[in-house]
């Protein structure tokens, strides 16, 4: 059976703003080493999968700059989304593109722009996964077994039910959760069967388009629509006509909520979603005063604190957990605690009309 991909690039990457912006949003910076997170995210996936079968989906604005990032990457293999509708229509819109080029494949559903330290490991088990998913319906999704108690994810419950391939216990889940507060999530990490919700999956095409056909009617008849359309017209005229049409909706909640065989690896390969600038002190050293630094900087008496210049001196004296981030034209000074709520100042630029900065 073959293995294909699906990346997700079309994220704005918002709670790493001011570096992540509209135009070069996260996935098209190099955050750790000196790549790109998408281009890392290629490379890791072409250990085991052929470049002509990876697919990404995206939004128009970023096309281009796939196109000139992954430049070995099939102009057909890139699917633009005309708005965004969330994880469901995205995984939708993708499974009929590639059901007919590889209509008795396995399909992988990865984000574009996370960090995967030990890639021999995160192979093994995606192969395992693969594996999985040829097993009756099965729907395999990845869990990360948790350090910390975090409340910015949403977890994975197992239960006891499991079976073993490749060495890997594969359990049951019993049920998604959403964030919680920091006393659940210490629950959860003293529970034992917890696992952080890493947003990748995999799945037989065939079985995902079945459940989509059950449990998200409407979206199928959209799909099956676009299906019959793209044999006689151009595929991104029909997807712009179509696609908006489709539900706003996860494809947790659209479905991996709601099915029956789920089940769960759990992982430990050095993952971070780098959701926000607090996740450079876990994907970097950290001097003496547990600071990360980048560039530029001076600092005396300073704790905790994350400082990235873009050329100008930042000096800092006398300061504890604070983000301090300057690019060309805009400079962000906010207490780490603070890192998550990043999206309001986004917001608050919209009210503001100020677009430019965005």
Not at 16 to 24: A, D, G, I, T
Not at 43 to 53: A, K, N, V, Y
Not at 148 to 173: A, Q, R, W
Not at 283 to 304: A, C, E, P, W, Y
């Amino acid at each position: 059976m073959t293995t294909t991909c699906l990346i997700m690039a079309g994220g704005k990457g918002e709670r790493f703003w001011p570096r992540s912006r509209v135009n070069l949003p996260k996935q098209f910076l190099n955050i750790s080493g000196n790549k790109s997170m998408i281009q890392q995210t290629i490379d890791r996936l072409q250990i085991f999968i052929p470049i002509e079968q990876i697919f990404i989906i995206t939004n128009e604005l970023y096309a281009e700059l796939i196109k000139a990032q992954i430049p070995n990457l099939p102009a057909d293999n890139i699917i633009i989304e005309p708005i965004g509708r969330n994880t469901a229509p995205c995984v939708g819109l993708a499974s009929i593109i590639i059901e007919e080029k590889y209509p008795d494949s396995s399909m992988i559903v990865i984000p574009s722009d996370h960090i995967i330290k030990n890639e021999t490991e995160f192979v093994n088990i995606l192969q395992t996964a693969v594996l999985a998913s040829k097993e009756g319906e099965n729907l395999i999704t990845l869990g990360i077994t948790p350090t910390y108690p975090e409340t910015g994810y949403g977890y994975i419950e197992s239960t006891d039910e499991t079976f073993e391939l490749n060495g890997l216990n594969v359990h049951k889940v019993n049920k998604f959760v959403e964030k919680p507060n920091e006393e659940k999530a210490n629950d959860y990490l003293k529970a034992g069967n917890y696992y952080w919700n890493s947003g990748i999956f995999v799945w037989r095409v065939a079985v995902v388009r079945d459940y989509i056909r059950k449990l998200m009617p409407e979206m199928h008849d959209l799909l099956e629509t676009m299906k019959m359309a793209f044999k006689e017209n151009d595929r991104n005229t029909v997807i712009k006509a179509e696609f908006p049409k489709m539900p706003d909706q996860s494809i947790d909640y659209g479905i991996m909520e709601k099915a029956s065989d789920i089940h769960v690896i759990p992982c430990i390969f050095g993952w971070d979603d780098v959701g926000s600038w607090t996740a450079l002190e876990r994907i970097n050293d950290v001097d003496d005063n547990g600071n990360v630094t980048n560039g530029n900087t001076l600092n005396i008496d300073t704790k905790r604190c994350i400082i990235e210049s873009n050329g100008k001196l930042i000096a800092t004296l006398g300061v504890e957990d604070l983000i301090i981030v300057e690019t060309e034209d805009v400079t962000l000074i906010c207490k780490k605690d603070k890192a998550q709520e990043i999206k309001s100042l986004i917001k608050e630029l919209k009210i503001q009309k100020l677009e430019r900065y965005l």
